[in-house]
C-alpha cells in the first residue's frame, strides 16, 4: 500500500475554505482523512473537542513548538493553530489522504517541508478582491480598523498563489467542490503502487 497524500486547501482569510472542506470530505472515494488541529481559540457553541480542534492551552501550545509536535503552527487573529505531525503521519501510513485546512503562513511551511510529490497544494481564490470585501465584511463584528487590517493581509495573501500546485476559483460553491474533487483524484490516480 502506497503512503497517503498530504491535501492543503488555503487561501486568504474569507475566502470560502471551511465550507468548500466540509463538501470534499464527504466524497469517499477520494479515501480523505480531516487532520484535527492544536488551537488556543476557545471552543464556539457546536464544536466538539478532537472532532474539530484539539483544544488546548496557550501553555500547551508552547510545549507542541518546543518538542516539535507540529508540522506547522501559525497565529492568527491572537489564537495558535497547528497541524500535529504524529496525527498526520498515521493517517498517511494508513493510506489516507490527510486533508490540511489551514491559513497560508501555515500552509507555506508545509509546502517547504515536504518533497512536491507528497502534496495536492490547493490556493483558493475569490472571484474578485471586491467579493472577498463583501464577505469579510458580512461576516465580521469588527470595528472598521480591525477589517482593513484583515483586508490588507488578505490583499497580501492573494499574491502567494503562485507557491500553489493548483489554484481553484471560488466563484460557485459547486463547481469549485468538483474541481477539486477531480484534482485530487486525478493525484490519486497517479499515486497508485506501481
Ligand atoms: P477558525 O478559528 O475560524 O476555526 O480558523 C481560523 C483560521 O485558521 C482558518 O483560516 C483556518 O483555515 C486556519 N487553521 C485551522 N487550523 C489550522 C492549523 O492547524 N494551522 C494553520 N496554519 N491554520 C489553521
Request: with cysteine; charged share 25%; aromatic share 8%.
Amino acid at each position: 500500500m502506497k503512503r497517503g497524500l498530504i491535501v492543503i486547501l488555503s487561501g486568504p482569510s474569507g475566502v470560502g475554505k471551511g465550507t468548500l472542506r466540509k463538501r470534499i470530505m464527504e466524497e469517499s472515494s477520494l479515501c480523505l482523512a480531516y487532520s484535527i488541529s492544536m488551537t488556543t481559540r476557545p471552543m464556539r457553541i457546536h464544536e466538539e473537542e478532537g472532532k474539530d480542534y484539539f483544544f488546548v492551552s496557550p501553555e500547551r501550545f508552547q510545549q507542541a513548538i518546543n518538542q516539535n509536535e507540529l508540522i506547522e503552527w501559525a497565529e492568527f487573529v491572537g489564537n495558535r493553530y497547528g497541524t500535529p505531525q504524529v496525527y498526520v503521519e498515521k493517517l498517511r501510513n494508513e493510506g489516507k489522504n490527510v486533508f490540511l485546512e489551514i491559513e497560508i503562513d501555515g500552509a507555506s511551511q508545509v509546502i517547504n517541508k515536504y518533497a512536491s510529490s507528497d502534496l495536492i497544494t490547493i490556493f483558493l481564490m475569490p472571484p474578485s478582491f471586491d467579493d472577498l470585501e463583501s464577505r469579510i465584511r458580512k461576516r465580521q463584528t469588527e470595528t472598521e480598523e480591525v477589517i482593513l487590517q484583515r483586508l490588507n493581509k488578505a490583499q497580501r495573501e492573494m499574491s502567494l498563489y503562485k507557491h500553489y500546485q493548483y489554484v481553484v476559483v471560488n466563484d460557485k460553491i459547486d463547481r469549485a467542490v468538483d474541481e477539486i474533487i477531480h484534482i485530487i483524484s486525478q493525484r490519486m490516480t497517479l499515486n497508485q503502487p506501481s
